[in-house]
């Protein structure tokens, strides 16, 4: 089954730091550009980096210098480290797959809470 | 950059038509014809719907179909059913890897 599956959300206090992870199956997962998108309670969508299928990583301006994107090819795996954790990083966060300027499979996402 | 501008609601009945407008500028939309929608259920992973302004994947019944005209894309739904019933977002590359999404329409189903 062609899926994506995100983990790793939770409460954390400002400041602080969370992991998330994300299971690809059912695709070439080594073949595709990947992105970290996230929602904001009421807001809309927003990108907040990517990562190319040769491990070139990219940032948004609201995230750089404070959250990090990798990828494990052979686990079929894309992480998020986020440290320095703000309020304004509450949000459900996507996992997503990039292909030929569109977004063509999520994941259904995982709730970071940051409040102390 | 701004986000492109989408009406924060829409409605129909059953069978009837909706069209949601999105609304960029020159540098996104009006620059590229790579807009996309996304139908999103809460709770679920959001679904690509329309990609390249007009292209459906498959399996996306051709209810959905897409638009540009300028700066502004739309999506209309066609023969409104209860399912359609969710949040839709467009999306547009604005160069540079970049893109842009939408505020979001949540339709209603009368």
């Not at chain 1, 996992?95 to 063509?104: A, I, L, N, S």
């Not at chain 2, 069209?19 to 996104?28: K, N, Y």
Request: net charge positive; proline share 4%; hydrophobic share 30%.
């Amino acid at each position: 089954q062609v899926q994506l599956v995100e983990s790793g959300g939770g409460l954390v206090k400002p400041g602080g730091s969370l992991r998330l992870s994300c299971a690809a199956s059912g695709f070439k997962f080594s073949d595709f550009y990947m992105r970290w998108i996230r929602q904001a309670p009421g807001k809309g969508l927003e990108w907040i980096s990517y990562i190319t299928s040769d491990r070139t990583t990219f940032y948004g301006d609201s995230v750089k210098g404070r959250f990090s994107i990798s990828r494990d090819n052979a686990k079929k795996s894309l992480y998020l480290q986020m440290d320095s954790l703000r309020a304004e990083d509450t949000a459900v966060y996507y996992c997503v797959r990039e292909y030929f300027y569109r977004f063509d499979l999520w994941g259904q996402g995982t709730l970071v809470t940051v409040s102390s | 950059q701004s986000a492109l501008t989408q009406p924060p609601s829409a409605s129909g009945s059953p069978a009837q038509s909706v069209t949601i407008s999105c609304t960029g500028t020159s540098s996104d939309i009006g620059s590229y014809n790579y807009v996309s929608w996304y139908q999103h259920h809460p709770g679920k992973a959001p679904k690509l719907l329309i990609y390249d302004v007009t292209k459906r994947p498959s399996g996306v019944p051709d209810r959905f179909s897409g638009s540009k005209s300028g700066n502004t894309a739309s999506l209309t739904v066609s023969g409104l059913q209860a399912e359609d019933e969710a949040d839709y977002y467009c999306s547009s590359f604005a160069g540079n890897s970049n893109y842009v999404f939408g505020t979001g329409t949540r339709v209603t189903v009368l």
